[in-house]
């Protein structure tokens, strides 16, 4: 068996999916993708472009937008950052206002489709851990562990609520927690690609773990499933 190894990590949002992605990216010595943050990419582009009103999207107009940007994953003072156009953008994707606006950018299939391949690209010739909404349903369903991240709404709003502020976002926690329900719900009833559980998913509700639990957790069920990779 090859020592190539793909881990799949979807869940909620504001779940800390991208944080357990991040660790084991590091734990293992292997890229990790944040597929999220290519949406929030396309959000931001379409919001700087005026292409997205009232959560209606100018489809046409965005999809030649993002067949002419460029996205790369650029590492900044030992942290990944998504440069869009040349231009660092991390700190702008995560602002309340694409957060507001991402799932209706994210539900339109003929963008999913874009990103989809290009993230699928990603992982043809390397070792990957990738978290998003359906990277272990659509973009790798063949992937060799999958994860699903959850935590209640309350938890997980208050840490998005305590990212923000500590980014000097003024927003109020119910504004937050409003925010994280609607996405749920958008994610889950979209027709395309919707947030659903892989049915060989290993679930994970890390509500109450620390950042170290839930990565202990994780290493274990690797090892269990890909032994091979740590000879």
Known sequence: ??????????????????????????????????????????????????????????????LKQIRDCSMDFVSVDGKIHLYLNGEDVERDIRLIEVSDNVSYVARVPEIRQILVEWQQSMGKTKSVVMDGRDIGTVVFPHADVKFFVTATPEVRAQRRFLELESMGEKVWFEQVLDNITRRDSIDQDREAS???????????????????????????IIKQKRPDFFI
């Open 1 to 62: 068996m090859s020592k190539k190894i793909i881990i799949a990590v979807d869940g909620h949002s504001s779940c800390g999916k991208s944080t357990l992605a991040k660790d084991i990216s590091r734990s293992l010595g292997i890229t990790y993708i944040d597929s999220g943050a290519m949406y929030r990419g396309v959000t931001l582009l379409a919001l700087r472009n005026g292409l997205i009103n009232n959560q209606q999207v100018n489809t046409e107009a965005l």
């Open 194 to 220: 919707p947030l659903r559980q892989a049915e060989d998913a290993y679930v994970l509700d890390n509500s109450y773990l620390t950042r170290e639990q839930q990565l202990e957790w994780a290493l274990t």
